[in-house]
């Protein structure tokens, strides 16, 4: 097979814990094993560099964010009010997200003769960045490939809707993109329906093999269960589960373990809980799946609707636990009490494991290449 020069245009990287992360960093590791020359750009890090020549990645620097985010802080109203602009500048302007367009028209100067570009969005300033620099003059890349998380204007698990202009800008980057690949068939509604054949279907896939799972026998004394990510308010909102399980008797031995950047919907439940609810600090990745790898079984929040998908679902696959899934407004206590008592019959099933193998998911954005 031919060797192929991939230029990776992404806001995340190494050592993020991110979905988006997880996905321009596995890609890159397995296009270089499969013997292709891989540029990242991205903003440096701190190992970043260093992890970038270990795996014989190509890494530029695309400058630091240096635009301040606001900072919410003070207490009453002061704070309400810093809450707003903050909230607001995000929804708004995309800020400080924003500069990523500059940073890109600077960063891909000189950069030209790939065989193709990948931006990985998000934020979505990463795709208008590369809209605003690709011409038919400079087309930086035979193939431009804008892979998408969650969709941007048609997104479903935020509680304010983009402004109608952001639009014009979704639209450029799709008109110029040769493809666009999204994680699921789900997300493809997400997106104006005058680019659903540009449109590829590519899951997010992760080494298999690079993870250590636990082998040993489980805790006997009580039934351990966790979960990692982000929660969203009246969406991916844990809190009607979080008030049944502290509504069981002290007949019910638990522990849940939750690994979150976002407690606040936690901490109210925590005292009551009488150690049942646990708030553990953030690990990487590899841990946390390790430490999942020791538990009973693992929590997924559902996302409202049907265009998001959370990746954490592929890692329950790697470490293959049972998966108790929870959507907001919906909650079947039978089954929690099911699995509370190790009955694992509804536990939600994931499909075909093997199409997030890292493996298979670089074969079709090198399928794209080739065609």
């Known amino acids: 097979m ?21 996905r321009a960093t596995e890609l890159a590791i397995e296009l270089v094993r499969q013997g292709h020359s891989v540029k990242v750009l991205t903003h440096p890090r701190k190992g970043c560099e260093e992890f970038c020549k270990r795996y014989g990645i190509i890494f530029k620097d695309l400058g630091h964010i240096t635009w301040p985010d606001p900072i919410v802080k003070g207490s009453g109203l002061v ?25 890109l028209k600077k960063g891909l100067k000189g950069e030209s003769g790939y065989d193709a570009l990948i931006s990985v ?22 193939v431009w490939i804008a892979d998408c998380g969650d969709p941007y204007m048609g997104q479903e698990n935020d509680t304010f809707k983009p402004p109608f202009y952001f639009g014009w800008l979704e639209k450029k980057f799709c008109r110029k993109a040769d493809f666009i690949t999204v994680p699921t068939e789900a997300s493809i509604k997400g997106y104006y329906k005058e680019f659903h054949s540009k449109i590829r279907v590519i899951p997010q896939g992760f080494n298999f093999e690079s993870i250590k799972k636990y082998d040993g026998p489980l805790n006997t004394d ?20 979080l008030t049944f399980l502290n509504s069981l008797d002290d007949s019910f031995h638990f522990e849940f373990h939750i690994y979150t950047i976002t407690p606040g919907l936690v901490t ?15 690990v990487e990745r590899n841990e946390l799946l390790y430490e999942m790898s020791k538990m009973n079984f693992v929590v997924n929040f559902e996302n409202v609707g049907s265009k998001q998908t959370p990746s954490k679902l592929i890692d329950f696959v790697i470490i293959e636990k049972p998966i108790l899934s929870i ?7 039978n089954v929690i009490l099911e699995f509370l008592n190790k009955n694992f ?15 298979n998911v670089a074969q079709q954005f090198l399928d794209l290449i080739y065609k």
């Not at 704070?79 to 940073?103: G, M, N």
């Not at 109210?268 to 953030?282: D, N, T, V």
């Open 79 to 103: 704070r309400l009010f810093l809450r707003l602009v903050k909230r607001f500048s995000i929804l708004l302007f995309e800020y400080p997200h924003i500069q990523i367009i500059p940073l």
């Open 2 to 22: 031919k060797s192929r020069k991939i230029l990776i245009v992404t806001n995340a990287f190494y050592p993020d814990i991110s979905p988006r992360s997880f």
């Open 345 to 359: 019959t509804n536990a939600f099933r994931v499909e075909n494991a093997d199409q997030y193998r890292i493996e």
């Open 268 to 282: 109210p439940f925590i005292a009551e809980s009488k150690g049942r609810i646990q708030l553990k600090p953030i």
């Open 222 to 241: 009580k039934i351990i269960f966790g979960y990692g990510g982000m929660f969203i308010p009246g969406r991916r909102d844990p809190s009607e589960f």
């Open 327 to 333: 959507k907001y407004g919906d909650l079947k206590t």
């Open 121 to 142: 969005a998000v934020p979505y300033p990463i795709h208008w960045g590369v809209a605003a620099v690709r011409t038919k003059k400079n087309s930086l890349a035979k």
